[in-house]
Nanobody
């Protein structure tokens, strides 16, 4: 089992930054890919970004490309999501997840463990 705990969410004005963290514990492995998803009220959970186990590859949803940056520190079993130029439409609960796969990492079904989520609210 792997436990994931997100932190760093909160209320921010449009245009501002926010940095999310996700710490993994339990039967962790630095060879897991890690991803971020988000779910706005009344909407499906959607892909935001992923990073491969060695950080060699990252991928972003079009809606966040150029504004969000994913990174990881394997020594700390932690993945980060730096969010800049936030927009009201970024308001959602953000979830991190861990995958033992190396492909199809933009799909929810590719992930094995999920965190409880952290709320991000962007005011206009």
């Amino acid at each position: 089992q792997v436990q994931l705990v997100e932190s760093g969410g909160g209320l921010v004005q449009a245009g501002g930054p926010l940095r999310l963290s996700c710490a993994a514990s339990g039967r962790t492995s630095s060879r897991y890919a890690m991803g971020w998803f988000r779910q706005a009220p009344g909407k499906e959970r959607e892909f935001v970004s992923y990073i491969t186990w060695n950080g060699g590859s990252t991928y972003y949803a079009e809606s966040v490309k150029g504004r969000f940056t994913i990174s990881r520190d394997n020594a700390k079993n932690t993945v980060y999501l730096q969010m800049n130029s936030l927009k009201p439409e970024d308001t959602a609960v953000y979830y991190c997840a861990v995958s033992r796969r190396s492909t199809l990492l933009y799909l929810r079904a590719s992930y094995d463990y999920w965190g409880q989520g952290t709320q991000v609210t962007v005011s206009s």
